[in-house]
Each structure stands twice: as structure tokens, then as C-alpha cells.
């Protein structure tokens, strides 16, 4: 399965339906979430962006409107949803699989912005696993290459799953480096708050 929007390893297409910042429903809660996703889009602003909000408030909506706006202007965006992506990690091991390992990050490497969807702050990661978010995510912080992450942890509860090397990367708002924003609308299935 080739990653989405990634146009290094295949033809440019919309995510996620063709999502746009236009079509997003703007919640009391959300501004914030927005104004830093169309900055990271057009290129202003610090490279990183970390996006923490609860189930169903928007944000891999949001991350799917930079990828596709990022398409639109001729820039090659790599969508990938976290666990699909270590699943894909894993499976370029098997001899059958379609990718390899190698040329799998090479796909991440290259895209002008990566777009780690839905890092899980539950669960238990296994160490290959916590040592190939932290891997991708060093690289591109210490490039200061563009990235966002959508998760619905905090920074002690990212600390606790995934590790302090990665929270500190993702959670680093004093070099300048990363911007963290909280989008605190309710879910916009249900319009329950899950905290």
C-alpha cells in the first residue's frame, strides 16, 4: 500500500476525500489548530507542528487539508497514519512485501512535509516500534525538515508510552523548532468531550 500524498512514490491524489481548509467546520476550540496547520502548509512559521486533541475533533482532517493543500502547490506531502505505518515498516521485511525497508524511508525522507497522524498516547509500543517513530521524527527535527503529529497525548503522557527523547521533540516550543497547539473542541461525530 503506498503511502498517501506521497508523490516520490506515487501519483499525486487527494487525501482523504479531497479535504481542504475550506471545507473544514471551524469549532470554538479549534482556531488555534487551524491558523498553525495553513501556516505549516504554506511554509511559514517553526518546521514542526505537534496537534493534541481529543477523538473526533478534527485533527486528522486538518492533517489531511496541509497534505492536500501542500499537493496543490506543486509540494509533495507524505500522509501516513502511525499505526499503518509500522505496520508497513514491519511488513517490508517479509520476502512477498511490495516495499523494502529502505525504500520505504527513503519515501519519508524525501516528502516536504511528513504527516504522522494519530500517535497514540494508550497502548504499549514495542521498542522497535518506539525506535522507529523516534528515528523518523529525530531525523526531521534535527534537519528542521517540516512535520506535524496529531496526537491525543500530553506531554507526560507521550513520555510515559512512547519515551523522553521523543516527547522532547515533540513538545519542544523553546528553540523554535516545534509549535504545539491543544484544539479543544468535542468530538464532531458525537459532540462528546472524551477527556
Known sequence: VPLVGCASCNPPKPVGQGRTFLDFEILPGTELMVQAAQSVAVGDGPPALTIIGQVGC???????AIANKMQSMGRSPAYVFVPDLLARLRASFEPESDWTYQGLWDSLSKAD?????????DGRPTPWAIEQIERIVDQRYRDQRSYVVSTNGTLSTITAT???RLADRLFDERSGVVRVVVNTAPSYRTGRSWG
Do not use: P
Request: proline share 0%; net charge negative; hydrophobic share 45%.
Open 113 to 121: 512535509v511528513l504527516l504522522l497522524d494519530d500517535l497514540k498516547d
Open 162 to 164: 512512547w519515551g523522553r
Open 58 to 64: 478534527g485533527k486528522t482532517f486538518i492533517m489531511e
